[in-house]
C-alpha cells in the first residue's frame, strides 16, 4: 500500500514530457511514465495522471521490434477456439450495416488463443 501511495505522490509532480520519433520517422509526444501518447499542452497524462511539464522537451526513439505479450482469462466450459461469440475480448461492430463479432486482436480469421 505504501509503494502504491508514493508513486500517486510522485506523479503529481510535473515530468517532462518526451517527443518520441518512431522507425517511420513519425514523431509524436508522450507521457513520460507511462509512454501512452499524449496531446501537446496537456497537463496530465489520462492514462496513468501523471502531471505533465511542457518546458523542456526530452527527445527519445520509440522501441524497435515487436515483442509478445501473454494474457490469462477465464473463459466457459463450452468455449471453442475461434468462436467469437462467446469470446470475452470480442465485441460488436457494424459490418455493412450488419452487426457482427469483431476481435480487437485482428485474429478474427486466425483465432490464436490456447485453451488448457
Not at 32 to 41: E, F, Y
Not at 91 to 112: D, F, G, H, Q, T
Amino acid at each position: 500500500m505504501q509503494d502504491d501511495l508514493r508513486a500517486e505522490l510522485i506523479k503529481q509532480f510535473p515530468a517532462e514530457a518526451v517527443e518520441m520519433t518512431e522507425s517511420t520517422g513519425k514523431k509524436y509526444y508522450a507521457c513520460p511514465t507511462c509512454k501512452r501518447a499524449i496531446t501537446l499542452g496537456e497537463t496530465r497524462c489520462s492514462g496513468c495522471s501523471q502531471a505533465l511539464s511542457w518546458d523542456h522537451i526530452r527527445h527519445e526513439e520509440a522501441a524497435k521490434g515487436t515483442k509478445t505479450a501473454t494474457l490469462s482469462f477465464e473463459v466457459g466450459g463450452d468455449f471453442i477456439k475461434g468462436d467469437c461469440r462467446k469470446c470475452p475480448l470480442s465485441y460488436i461492430a457494424k459490418e455493412n450495416s450488419e452487426n457482427v463479432y469483431e476481435c480487437p486482436l485482428k485474429m478474427r480469421a486466425n483465432c490464436k488463443l490456447e485453451i488448457s
